[in-house]
């Protein structure tokens, strides 16, 4: 029993549970309701979080940029005004392409066109040539630079290896932004490119929430959601205690396993399925530099572990702009392999093993380190494990009144968050 003060109960058409951009993309689209978001967290976004350093300049701690082929959420950015900009760096040199010799660019080009050829191949994604295999033991055989570019891949596209991940889930995640892991269909691009939202996608998430209209509780945990006589009764935890809100339908815009935990009296292979979600978690530690006219000054260091990986995007990811006339941010990352061995270590020291890694790498910024952020994702973002697409259609279905999404219902970004809120939110009109 929880010692938390009864605060008294209220009364809402629909209960949202996750302030992430699925959940305040579901509200947003039910605006014309009596809708309650409720989220853990002090902030508004999930994993779309944004933070201001020193003098303006912003960093980006999860959700990075728009890819062209990400059209529900540029839609969405367009429809709320949102300013796009390009996004200022080559995603090639993100994967770690342009490292590679013209020799090893061939054999890559050559299992590319493998992935390719099975993509137009079209079978049943829950076929265990598809969905049983592993990406890695599927390239057994490639040369080692192929298979550390495709590991590298899997690791910046879904944060775990590609041992983690099954052949149908690289199939899936590989090239444009589609509905099924096969390209047999046209896939919509936006005519602007790769963006960036200025100010930080976060941005984006609080231009949702304002315009939905619905009243939002934050640092407000659900407890447990439990059917009422064709209600739902939702218990949350605040500031001011414990309180019940009645509901006549629920979004769950929770992590999946989260979600199987909170919502009381699921079927097995509802709650089977939301168990059987496997998270890559990553750590994101963006660097503010200054521009070359602030003049040099040491970053407080301390120690780190030796040998340890800090940084798994080459610093590829930066904000756009000129570095040393203006300053500017990598936003850098390591993801679940490396990010698990320093998961628990001080803050401090993961602060000082990404500024040896930068300078490292970019020994022109030596005295123009000024600050860097440190910020843990657990559930950073669902894999396509070996087996998953054999709980997908138990993923997506509704329960009743309660209804779910998130990037591990559609596709494990931005976009599929979206596609799936929007799902959720029609299926809450049409009740």
């Given at each position: 029993m929880s010692d938390m003060p009864e605060v008294a109960s209220s009364a809402r058409e629909v209960v949202v549970l996750g302030a992430g951009i699925a959940g305040l993309c579901a509200a947003y689209r039910l605006r014309d309701l009596n809708v309650e978001v409720v989220d853990s967290a002090s902030w508004l976004g999930g994993r779309t979080r944004s933070i201001r350093f020193a003098g303006g300049m912003w960093a980006n701690l999860g959700a990075q940029y728009l890819s062209a082929d990400k059209t529900a959420v540029i839609d969405l950015a367009d429809e709320?005004?949102?300013?796009?900009v390009p996004n200022g760096f080559e995603e090639a040199a993100e994967r770690g392409r342009g490292?590679?010799?013209?020799?090893?660019?061939?054999?890559?080009?050559?299992?590319?066109a493998r992935i390719e050829a099975e993509q137009a191949n079209p079978r049943d994604p829950?076929?265990?040539?598809?969905?049983?295999?592993?990406?890695?033991?599927?390239?057994?055989?490639?040369?080692?630079?192929?298979?550390?570019?495709?590991?590298?891949?899997?690791?910046?596209?879904?944060?775990?290896?590609?041992?983690?991940?099954?052949?149908?889930?690289?199939?899936?995640?590989?090239?444009?932004?589609?509905?099924?892991?096969?390209?047999?269909?046209?896939?919509?691009?936006?005519?602007?490119g790769d963006t960036v939202i200025v100010n930080g996608t976060q941005r984006l998430s609080e231009a949702l929430a304002g315009a939905s209209g619905?009243?939002?509780?934050?640092e407000t945990r659900a407890v447990s959601v439990v059917p009422r006589r064709n209600r739902y009764e939702v218990t949350v935890e605040g500031r001011d205690g414990r309180r019940t809100i009645d509901a006549s339908q629920v979004v769950v815009a929770l992590p999946a396993p989260v979600a199987a935990r909170v919502v009381q009296g699921l079927p097995d292979w509802k709650r089977d399925a939301?168990?059987?979600v496997r998270y890559g978690r990553f750590l994101c530690t963006p660097i503010r530099i200054a521009p070359i006219g602030e003049g040099r000054a040491s970053f407080p260091m301390t120690w780190s572990r030796p040998r340890q990986v800090y940084n798994s995007n080459e610093f590829a990811l930066r904000t756009p702009g000129d570095m040393d006339r203006e300053g500017g941010c990598?936003?850098?990352?390591?993801?679940?392999?490396?990010?698990?061995?320093i998961w628990n270590d001080e803050d401090h020291t993961i602060r000082t093993g990404v500024v040896r890694a930068l300078l490292d790498?970019?020994?022109?910024?030596?005295?123009?380190?000024?600050?860097?952020?440190?910020?843990?994702?657990?559930?950073?973002?669902?894999?396509?494990?070996?087996g998953r697409m054999k709980f997908q259609p138990a993923l997506e279905a509704s329960i009743g009144g309660i209804h779910f999404c998130g990037d591990y219902v559609f596709c494990a970004n931005t976009d599929g968050a979206v596609r799936s809120a929007e799902v959720a939110a029609r299926r809450v009109l049409g009740a």
């Amino acid at each position: 029993m929880s010692d938390m003060p009864e605060v008294a109960s209220s009364a809402r058409e629909v209960v949202v549970l996750g302030a992430g951009i699925a959940g305040l993309c579901a509200a947003y689209r039910l605006r014309d309701l009596n809708v309650e978001v409720v989220d853990s967290a002090s902030w508004l976004g999930g994993r779309t979080r944004s933070i201001r350093f020193a003098g303006g300049m912003w960093a980006n701690l999860g959700a990075q940029y728009l890819s062209a082929d990400k059209t529900a959420v540029i839609d969405l950015a367009d429809e709320l005004g949102m300013e796009l900009v390009p996004n200022g760096f080559e995603e090639a040199a993100e994967r770690g392409r342009g490292a590679l010799t013209p020799e090893q660019s061939r054999d890559l080009e050559a299992a590319i066109a493998r992935i390719e050829a099975e993509q137009a191949n079209p079978r049943d994604p829950t076929s265990p040539e598809l969905d049983d295999v592993a990406f890695a033991k599927w390239l057994e055989g490639e040369p080692d630079h192929v298979l550390r570019f495709l590991d590298q891949w899997c690791a910046t596209v879904v944060c775990v290896s590609s041992a983690e991940t099954s052949l149908y889930g690289a199939l899936r995640l590989w090239g444009d932004q589609r509905r099924a892991a096969f390209t047999n269909e046209p896939v919509r691009r936006s005519n602007r490119g790769d963006t960036v939202i200025v100010n930080g996608t976060q941005r984006l998430s609080e231009a949702l929430a304002g315009a939905s209209g619905a009243t939002l509780s934050l640092e407000t945990r659900a407890v447990s959601v439990v059917p009422r006589r064709n209600r739902y009764e939702v218990t949350v935890e605040g500031r001011d205690g414990r309180r019940t809100i009645d509901a006549s339908q629920v979004v769950v815009a929770l992590p999946a396993p989260v979600a199987a935990r909170v919502v009381q009296g699921l079927p097995d292979w509802k709650r089977d399925a939301l168990l059987a979600v496997r998270y890559g978690r990553f750590l994101c530690t963006p660097i503010r530099i200054a521009p070359i006219g602030e003049g040099r000054a040491s970053f407080p260091m301390t120690w780190s572990r030796p040998r340890q990986v800090y940084n798994s995007n080459e610093f590829a990811l930066r904000t756009p702009g000129d570095m040393d006339r203006e300053g500017g941010c990598f936003h850098s990352f390591v993801y679940d392999a490396y990010a698990r061995q320093i998961w628990n270590d001080e803050d401090h020291t993961i602060r000082t093993g990404v500024v040896r890694a930068l300078l490292d790498a970019h020994p022109r910024y030596e005295g123009r380190v000024r600050e860097v952020h440190v910020a843990r994702w657990e559930h950073g973002l669902p894999a396509y494990s070996p087996g998953r697409m054999k709980f997908q259609p138990a993923l997506e279905a509704s329960i009743g009144g309660i209804h779910f999404c998130g990037d591990y219902v559609f596709c494990a970004n931005t976009d599929g968050a979206v596609r799936s809120a929007e799902v959720a939110a029609r299926r809450v009109l049409g009740a």
